[in-house]
């Protein structure tokens, strides 16, 4: 990059948030500068986040599933091994094959991509210091935060990514752990959790409130998802606080007291993974040069259409306000190069779609019970059990159900919850649907292939009126 030329846009970060927006802004005919770090493009999730874990969840649960679950389909099979290292390398497969098809993408449209870390030398300038030595200055018209997020660590607990892990050191054990100890029961803690447990853990996992699945899952699913992990045996303890750690001894070990105080206990394991949440990153970005500052939690903070107080510099993905998603960060990525060149964008916050990956996946869209309860919005439930959909009972994997909350005015849809297989493409289903306003007639108008999952879908949503057919 030359220090005179001007670019359009240049963004600082190549994760979802950032190649995402430089696509969007190559396609749109802007002159582009993506600045990556870390040696290769997608970000969290293409490396080490959802992309890897996905693939562990997905093996892991075929070698649990012939192990366990196999037999009574009439699928007699003889020596089953576990090879480690060849999951290690299936998921390092699809990463590697995803992260070059990215940088392919941005070379198709003419996005210039810089290899090294970003800093903001003045408003308009970025400093760059090259991953393969020496550095280099590049202008931007526009700049783009999107430097994501990194994981909170535990005090006093030292990361190693061995014996005491975040999510990037759990999708890398080379050695199935005998006992793990997971602190915090949201997405990340279940489904890494989900993996060692399948591969032959005993996992632990210590979750401070009284719920599992992290902010957001609906109680009555949240609870039934925690029966159903339980039985696949993964240990659960709630209300309970990790006090401190101690790494000096052969086993990591954790003391934890009760949250409401009352018996204390000392838990062993030989890796402990630490999931208690994640926060932005900004280290090194150089935001005091230009007099950027953070809010409370670290987030860079943004007006509505993703300008900081300097506006031509914007942000979006996990390193700014909003759950921090994926999807969130693509639909912020297109949306903030729409109001850079057209001066108006579109995300609507109140129906991105979540899923954990676990088995049977939990997917979600819009509001749960606890939500509107606390907003004091009415609501009416219409729930159908998979014990009662056909495809379901075809399969012979029947835990799980759709729960449909609805207006009981209107009958507009306000949330949908599903715990069961295939919940998480289920779910795109609903997104739509609430997406264009539907009521849960609609849903239930809408015919549906048989015999499907889908199906369960829409008899939730005739419950919602109290007639669903088959229960
Ligand atoms: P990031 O992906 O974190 O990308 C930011 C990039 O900026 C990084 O590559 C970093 O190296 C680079 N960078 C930072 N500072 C600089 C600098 N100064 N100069 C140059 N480069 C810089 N979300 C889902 O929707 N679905 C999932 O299934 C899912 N699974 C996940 C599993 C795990 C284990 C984890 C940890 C996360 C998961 N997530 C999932 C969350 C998802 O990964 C994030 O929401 C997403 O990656 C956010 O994208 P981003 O571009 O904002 O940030
Ligand atoms: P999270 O916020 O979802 O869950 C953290 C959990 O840890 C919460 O339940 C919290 O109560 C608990 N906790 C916090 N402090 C604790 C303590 N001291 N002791 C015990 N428990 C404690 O965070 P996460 O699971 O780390 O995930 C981070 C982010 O990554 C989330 O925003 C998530 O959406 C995203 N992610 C998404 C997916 C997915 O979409 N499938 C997968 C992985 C990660």
Redesign the pocket.
């Known amino acids: 990059a030359s220090a005179a030329e001007e670019k359009d846009l240049v963004i600082i970060g190549g994760g979802v948030a950032g190649y995402v927006a430089a696509i969007k802004a190559g396609q749109e005919g802007m002159k582009v500068t993506c600045i990556e770090k870390r040696g290769t493009l997608g970000g969290t999730c293409l490396n080490v986040?959802?992309i890897p874990?996905k693939s562990l969840l997905n093996n892991s649960h075929l070698y649990h599933q012939i192990l366990h679950d196999s037999k009574h389909r009439g699928i007699e099979v003889g020596d089953v091994k576990l090879n480690l290292a060849q999951l290690m390398k299936a998921k390092d497969t699809s990463v590697n094959g995803l992260t070059k098809g990215v940088e392919f993408l941005l070379k198709k449209n003419g996005v210039e991509y810089i290899k090294g870390a970003g800093t903001f030398q003045d408003e308009h300038t970025i400093k760059v210091q090259l991953n393969d030595g020496g550095e280099t200055t590049v202008v931007g018209n526009n700049i783009l935060i999107a430097t994501g997020?990194e994981?909170?660590p535990?005090p006093g607990l030292h990361i190693d990514e061995k014996r005491v892990v975040t999510?990037t050191g759990a999708i890398a054990l080379t050695e199935v752990p005998k006992k793990m100890t997971v602190?915090?029961?949201?997405?990340?803690?279940l489904?890494m959790a989900s993996v060692w447990s399948r591969l032959g853990s005993e996992v632990t996992v210590?979750?401070?409130?009284d719920q599992?699945?992290?902010?957001g899952m609906d109680l009555e699913i949240a609870k039934a998802a925690q029966k159903i992990l339980k039985k696949q045996g993964i240990i659960f303890k709630t209300g309970?606080?990790?006090l401190s750690g101690n790494t000096s001894g052969e086993l990591v070990t954790l003391d934890v007291d009760a949250a409401k105080g009352g018996k204390q206990e000392t838990l062993d394991a030989d890796v402990v993974l630490v999931?208690?949440?994640?926060r932005p990153y900004t280290g090194g970005l150089g935001l005091e040069n230009i007099g950027l500052e953070l809010d409370e939690r670290g987030r860079v903070i943004i007006d509505s259409e993703y300008r900081t107080k300097i506006p031509h510099i914007r942000c979006v993905g996990d390193v700014t306000f909003g759950?921090?998603?994926?999807h969130k960060a693509e639909e912020e990525a297109v949306a903030v190069v729409e109001y850079i060149k057209k001066g108006y964008g579109h995300v609507n916050y109140g129906c991105i779609p979540?899923?954990?990956?676990t088995f049977p996946e939990v997917a979600w869209v819009g509001q749960s019970e606890q939500d509107l309860k606390k907003a004091g919005i009415k609501y009416r439930i219409g729930t159908f059990p998979f014990s009662a959909n056909s495809r379901a009972k075809t399969n012979l994997d029947t835990d799980g159900m759709v729960k449909i909350l609805a207006d009981p005015e209107t009958d507009r849809l306000l949330g949908i919850h599903i715990i069961g297989p295939n919940a998480g493409e289920m779910i795109a289903e609903g997104t739509l649907a609430l997406e264009y306003g539907a009521s849960s007639e609609d849903v239930a108008r809408t015919c549906h292939a048989h015999p499907t999952l889908s199906e369960a879908f829409k008899e939730a949503a005739m419950a919602t009126h109290g007639k669903a057919i088959h229960f």
């Open positions: 986040g959802c874990s997020s994981a909170t535990f999510s602190i915090g029961g949201g997405i990340i803690g489904e210590v979750e401070f409130l599992i699945g992290g902010p309970t606080k990790v999931a208690i949440g994640r759950p921090m998603l994926a979540s899923v954990m990956y």
